[in-house]
T-cell receptor
Framework: NAGVMQNPRHLVRRRGQEARLRCSPVKGHSHVYWYRQLPEEGLKFMVYLQKENIIDESGMPKERFSAEFPKEGPSILRIQQVVRGDSAAYFC?????????FGPGTRLTVL | GDSVTQMEGPVTLSEEAFLTINCTYTATGYPSLFWYVQYPGEGLQLLLKATKADDKGSNKGFEATYRKETTSFHLEKGSVQVSDSAVYFCALSDQGSNYQLIWGAGTKLIIKP
């Protein structure tokens, strides 16, 4: 009974590098959500995807950030040319309909 | 815009103590309210929820009542255990969107034996 899987759990990047965060939803779930948690703050919604479609990306920064949920394979959150301000915990959630099931998160540190 | 405010942590209690974690919200409509819990090294889990005023959510000995008059959803437990040590998040969902959760900053709870 695997839950939402995220990898890596910890990721260290230098400024200017790319970060790729992966999320494998619960088997059978077709909705995926990404959230970001900055230090000492609550989670902030970033993007909502269904298979091969971005439904709502209103919380995504306009530049450097992108997300996909392909027909096969995990959902990917990609951050290009990372900056120190991108350091945060990134959580993925999946749902069959409305209730969201969360992964353990990826903690990104930008040096 | 909508927002959630939680009491700051960490909250440190002895085993069998009474727990209250305060949560207040601001919202223009009639949101649903949630408490999530994150145990060390794990993802967030839904602990309980309430969808309308005066509803009481309960699970695993935890309770929270949706109080519209005080815009609060305080989490309570009568007798905490060491295994309750975790981070607790209060959240609301906007009436018009059942997926965009708005979160409090989280409250770390430490229970000492």
């Amino acid at each position: 009974n695997a839950g939402v899987m995220q990898n890596p759990r910890h990721l260290v990047r230098r400024r200017g590098q790319e970060a790729r965060l992966r999320c494998s939803p619960v088997k059978g779930h077709s909705h995926v959500y990404w959230y970001r948690q900055l230090p000492e703050e609550g989670l902030k919604f970033m993007v909502y995807l269904q298979k091969e479609n971005i439904i709502d990306e209103s919380g995504m920064p306009k530049e450097r950030f992108s997300a996909e949920f392909p027909k096969e394979g995990p959902s990917i959150l990609r951050i290009q040319q990372v900056v120190r301000g991108d350091s945060a915990a990134y959580f993925c959630a999946s749902s069959p309909q409305s209730e969201q099931f969360f992964g353990p998160g990826t903690r990104l540190t930008v040096l | 815009g909508d927002s959630v405010t939680q009491m700051e942590g960490p909250v440190t209690l002895s085993e069998e103590a009474f727990l209250t974690i305060n949560c207040t919200y601001t919202a223009t409509g009639y949101p649903s309210l949630f408490w999530y819990v994150q145990y060390p090294g794990e993802g967030l889990q839904l602990l309980l929820k309430a969808t309308k005023a005066d509803d009481k959510g309960s699970n695993k000995g935890f309770e929270a009542t949706y109080r519209k008059e005080t815009t609060s959803f305080h989490l309570e437990k009568g007798s905490v255990q060491v295994s309750d040590s975790a981070v607790y998040f209060c959240a609301l969902s906007d009436q018009g969107s059942n997926y965009q959760l708005i979160w409090g900053a989280g409250t770390k709870l430490i229970i000492k034996p």
